[in-house]
């Protein structure tokens, strides 16, 4: 068997349509967008939730994929992803504001992840920290504070149940819910949002380096609070930061 002909079972592509370099965003209908940020952007594969472009940065390679929605989609694309030459990526995301000075249109870029989830716990401890890889957490600050776009730096939360965040009266487990909510809060939690926790293990665990800046669209507890809270649902100053800061990390690497 050829490897590099052996395409992956959930991504579609295979080794030898690789690259060292991977932009990752959750929606499928976001990638050609972001891949089209990029010097001669070409479709590469589509299955399931998981789309990929590639174009290239400073004459490199680089991949633009979908991740889906929630850990286990995001484990696997980082898995396949690795397997087809990828060592550093970086997420491009929604969140929702935790903090009340977290504005919609404001970019977040996390450092950590806390892990309420499930997936990262079949990777490593749960004692052990889900955080970014440093240089490309530089990278990203450097980038995004270019863009003209207030930038938030610090701890998101990475949650398994959207409506468990937006509704959480309605669960059983409410009080477990609407506590932990206010300790993410008091300990400084700046945005909510569902891959971070589970990109940041498993890049640990697999030796890759990983970052995540995240397009704020909105920020409940300035609703609660009565506060201006306006959406905003524009991602593209995101795309363009991820982009910048992979341009950064190519010239820094040598590639």
């Known amino acids: 068997m050829d490897f590099n002909k052996t395409a992956m079972y959930h991504i579609g592509i295979t080794p030898g349509q690789g690259a060292e370099y991977a932009i990752l965003t959750g929606d499928p209908e976001r990638v050609e967008s972001i891949a089209r940020l990029l010097e001669q952007p070409e479709f590469v594969a589509s299955n399931r939730e998981y789309t990929v472009w590639a174009g290239k940065i400073s004459d490199s390679r680089v991949l633009v994929a979908s991740h889906g929605i929630g850990g ?3 484990a696997i694309c980082v898995e396949e992803l690795a397997k087809c030459g990828v060592h550093t990526m970086i997420r491009v995301g929604t969140c929702g504001g935790m903090s009340k000075d977290v504005l919609g249109g404001d970019l ?12 990262s716990l079949e990777y490593l401890p749960v004692q052990f920290p889900a955080v970014s890889d440093f240089k490309v957490t530089r990278a990203l600050v450097e980038a995004a504070g270019k863009l003209g776009k207030k930038v938030h730096v610090g701890v998101v939360q990475s949650k398994d149940s959207f409506y468990g965040q937006h509704s959480p009266e309605e669960s059983p487990v409410s009080y ?9 809060i008091k300990g400084g939690c700046l945005a909510s949002e569902m891959e971070c926790a589970a990109l940041f293990t498993v890049a640990a665990a697999r ?10 669209i909105w920020n409940q507890e300035r609703e609660a609070a009565g506060l201006d809270n306006k959406p905003d649902y524009d991602t593209i100053s995101a795309a363009k930061a991820a982009a910048n800061a992979i341009g950064l990390l190519i010239e820094q690497d040598g590639a």
């Not at 977040?108 to 997936?119: D, K, L, P, S």
């Not at 030796?207 to 704020?216: D, E, N, S, Y």
Request: overall charge positive; aromatic content about 6%; charged content about 20%.
């Open 72 to 74: 286990p989609s995001m």
């Open 108 to 119: 977040v870029i996390a450092n950590a992840a806390i892990r309420q989830e499930g997936t």
């Open 176 to 184: 477990q819910l609407k506590n932990q909510w206010e300790a993410w």
């Open 207 to 216: 030796k890759l380096r990983a970052g995540c800046v995240l397009h704020v």
